[in-house]
């Protein structure tokens, strides 16, 4: 079935990176735009990055602008996240999500925890 | 940016009754680039409605989303138990720029 599992959040603490990955399975995923997307404990949704299905279109939130890097392997069906810089607000769940035409996120994974605390 | 601004915050309902919830942008929306998700405890969002009326695959058709420009609503014509969760709208606009509601709690009555 169509999945996105992501993996490598964790404990760190100001200053320090991060790097999460999310492993596509049951769609070809070179087919498809793909983003991050997080969401504070308690608090709502905010987007955080995306990136073109061959890698060469990225962009990213003002929010994390210069901090995060996206990058994507469609060799390992993998979408990574590497997080450096890191800030008490950046402290939430991540999520890989499926872009669906340009507008949508149609497929998301379970998340991944970071927190950003010394 | 596009802010997206939900209403009510919470609504308490029973089962079988209907739920307008309704998101308002701050300036139009392109193309009708509108989305709403349901959210869970604990569960990643699922997508419902995009193209501000459009179902998502394997959405049940008690849900229906409408409007154009700034206003946008979602509807749920009967309530069933496993709908009451929080809902975010979601716009993309040019840049790109994907902006979220601060989301409408469905509430059990």
């Known amino acids: 079935q169509v999945q996105l599992v992501e993996s490598g959040g964790g404990l760190v603490k100001p200053g320090g990176s991060l790097r999460l990955s999310c492993a596509a399975s049951g769609f070809t995923f070179s087919d498809y735009y793909m983003s991050w997307i997080r969401q504070a404990p308690g608090k709502g949704l905010e987007w955080v990055s995306y990136?073109?299905?061959?890698?060469?279109?990225?962009y990213y939130a003002d929010s994390v602008k210069g901090r995060f890097t996206i990058s994507r392997d469609n060799a390992k069906n993998s979408l990574y996240l590497q997080m450096n810089s890191l800030r008490a607000e950046d402290t939430a769940v991540y999520y890989c999500a499926r872009i669906f035409r340009v507008d949508a996120f149609d497929i998301w994974g379970q998340g991944t925890m970071v927190t950003v605390s010394s | 940016e596009i802010v997206l601004t939900q209403s009510p915050g919470t609504l308490s309902l029973s089962p079988g009754e209907r739920a307008t919830l309704s998101c308002r942008a701050s300036?139009?929306?392109?193309?009708?680039?509108l989305a709403w998700y349901q959210q869970k405890p604990g569960q990643a969002p699922r997508l419902l409605i995009y193209?501000?009326?459009s179902r998502a695959t394997g959405i049940p058709d008690r849900f229906s989303g409408s409007g154009s420009g700034t206003d946008f609503t979602l509807t749920i014509s009967r309530l069933e138990p496993e709908d009451f969760a929080v809902y975010y709208c979601?716009?993309?606009?040019?840049?790109?720029?994907?902006?979220f509601g601060q989301g409408t709690k469905l509430e059990i009555k």
């Open positions: 979601q716009q993309y606009g040019s840049s790109p720029e994907y902006t």
């Open positions: 193209g501000a009326s």
């Open positions: 300036q139009s929306v392109s193309s009708s680039y």
């Open positions: 990136i073109s299905s061959s890698g060469s279109t990225i």
